[in-house]
């Protein structure tokens, strides 16, 4: 655990989920699904069953090449940055990379911040090589921040979402670490 200051100044403490959290980690993801078209989910359609949901962040706590961070304003949750990993042989060396930030702390930095804990994580965890994740075209900051991280384009996804009654396409990109 960690604090990390953003643009203005703000105190933000970063750390690894555990199965605590997961009650607060489903509210979280509920109330910002509501916040933004670019995730894929809507408000209040984050529905997990509250046992295998800690269940699920115990286990993943448990995998070298897996990790979810929660950042924390006074106790509560702004942001979640994720690493999920299959544990196959052939494909553990890819991680998927997810990141949800409220509404009121974008801009901030703390997407930026989240981005290089779990880049950081990946290069240190001895194997993870590529980091892969998908967003809505039209998430073009987000998209930008991911260039200068590094990611590349390396696929489109045509219609792939449904949103207010339109279809959107989403951007596939991956980093060689």
């Known amino acids: 655990m960690h604090n990390v200051y953003l643009k203005n100044n703000l105190k933000v403490t970063i750390r690894k989920a555990t199965e605590d959290d997961a009650q607060n980690m489903i509210d979280f993801y509920n109330v910002v699904g509501g916040e933004s ?4 989910f ?3 359609e984050f529905k997990r069953d509250l046992h295998e949901y800690k ?4 286990a993943t706590s448990k995998e070298s ?3 979810i961070l929660i950042a924390e304003k006074d106790s509560t949750i702004i942001g979640i940055a994720t690493i999920n990993s299959p544990q ?3 494909t553990k060396h890819v991680g998927t990379l997810g990141i949800v930030v409220s509404e009121a702390y974008t801009g901030m930095g703390l997407g930026r911040g989240l981005m290089n804990e779990l880049l950081e994580w990946a290069r240190l965890n001895g194997i993870t090589k590529k980091i892969s994740l998908v967003t809505n075209e039209n998430n073009v900051t987000a998209i930008e921040l991911y260039r200068k991280l590094g990611f590349e384009k390396e696929g489109l996804l045509k219609n792939d979402n449904f949103i207010k009654g339109t279809y959107y396409n989403t951007v596939v990109m991956g980093l060689l670490l």
Do not use: V
């Open 37 to 40: 078209d670019f995730l894929s």
């Open 42 to 44: 809507g408000a209040n």
């Open 55 to 58: 269940n699920y962040i115990t």
């Open 65 to 67: 090449n897996s990790i």
């Open 88 to 90: 196959k042989e052939r």
